[in-house]
């Protein structure tokens, strides 16, 4: 089975929201850095959001700033990304990614995080 699985993507309408979920699997819990990326159409992988290890921390791209939320469950080994106010620039494929350390830094270059998951489609229709 693969290490990160995502699920939780759909097609929605602007101004809706939406929560994406991703489970670790192959081992209990993950006590590495997790977060979020995606990949619009034609586009670059941008970085989203990340958390500590037990979700204590946050931080998050400028363009998610104030409209998503991450949080996870670091006993259950599930991560969470709440996002409300969705605009249709939001449509992209989202990773889960797990970094290498507890801490971070939380690195906006996605070659620093070595787990990545297949990905779930979020599209958002005007």
């Known amino acids: 089975q693969a290490r990160l699985v995502e699920s939780g993507g759909g097609l929605v309408q602007a101004g809706d929201s939406l929560r994406l979920t991703c489970i670790t699997s192959?081992?209990?819990?993950?006590?590495?850095?997790m977060g979020w990326f995606r990949r619009a159409p034609g586009k670059e992988r941008e970085f989203v959001a990340a958390t500590n290890w037990n979700g204590g921390k946050v931080s998050y791209g400028d363009s998610v700033k104030g409209r998503f939320i991450i949080s996870r469950d670091h006993v259950k080994s599930i991560l969470y990304l709440k996002m409300n106010s969705l605009k249709p620039e939001d449509t992209a494929l989202y990773f889960c990614?797990?970094?290498?350390?507890?801490?971070?830094?939380?690195?906006?270059?996605?070659?620093?995080?070595?787990?990545w998951g297949q990905g779930t489609q979020v599209t958002v229709s005007s």
């Open positions: 990614v797990e970094g290498f350390s507890p801490e971070g830094p939380y690195s906006l270059n996605p070659d620093d995080y070595p787990y």
């Open positions: 192959g081992r209990p819990f993950s006590n590495n850095v």
